[in-house]
């Protein structure tokens, strides 16, 4: 293990712990392969009233452009207004999301495990899928690899990406068998040749950890 001397928040041994695989979704933020499930903050109170009044601003901002269109005159001071309070939201619901990826990330790092293994985002290909476009377009799936990347450089801990190509999501994590026919809706996986059966995502991610040991001992 490399020693982060720089840290003064790592000062406390901490043992080394299990390596872990951290499957990135759509319906939770996270699953990672020790069992712990970082949930998408969506859905809580905070973030529905920001997204609430976000329509509402964008409602009645529309209506401006519309008028301002027939009329064509210029911006009025209105809509320049609105605009500035669209902005403001926009800014606090990103930084809600920001704050809840850093509380996981910190999380995820401060066990210290062996090593993390995410999977390299391949953004054209998930921008295809209407459901995933909007995780997309607030990049926070970026954000996560982004501060699991100079947090794990802090800690000392090997962060290993994934090959694009590795169907992490595909394959059987007990017995290595590649299912074709696995659509974005089987939220659980089953395996038709040991038949194993778990949590899609849980499956995703205990083939990352695997991926790592692989990779780590090639
Ligand atoms: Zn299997």
Known sequence: MVSVAADVECTDAVEVTEPIGVDLGVKELAVV?????????????????????????????????????????????????????????????????????????SKLVKTKPAFIVIEDLNVNGMLKNHRLAKAIQDNRLAEVRRQ?????????????????????????????????????????YHCDECGMTMDRDLNAAVNLMQYGMRELSA
């Open 33 to 105: 392969s020790d069992g712990q499930i970082f949930k998408n903050i969506n859905k809580t109170r905070k973030l529905k009233q920001l997204e609430k009044r976000k329509k509402r601003l964008q409602r009645r901002a529309s209506r401006h452009y519309e008028r301002m269109v027939k009329t064509r005159c210029k911006k009025s001071r209105g809509l320049e207004k609105l605009e500035k309070q669209i902005r403001s939201v926009n800014n606090k619901i990103r930084d809600q999301h920001t704050n809840h990826i850093h509380q996981m990330t």
């Open 148 to 188: 699991l990347e100079y947090k794990c450089n802090w800690y000392g801990v090997k962060l290993i990406i994934a090959d694009r190509f590795y169907p992490s999501s595909k394959l059987c994590s007990d017995c290595g068998h590649k299912k074709t026919d696995l659509k974005l809706s089987d939220r659980t």
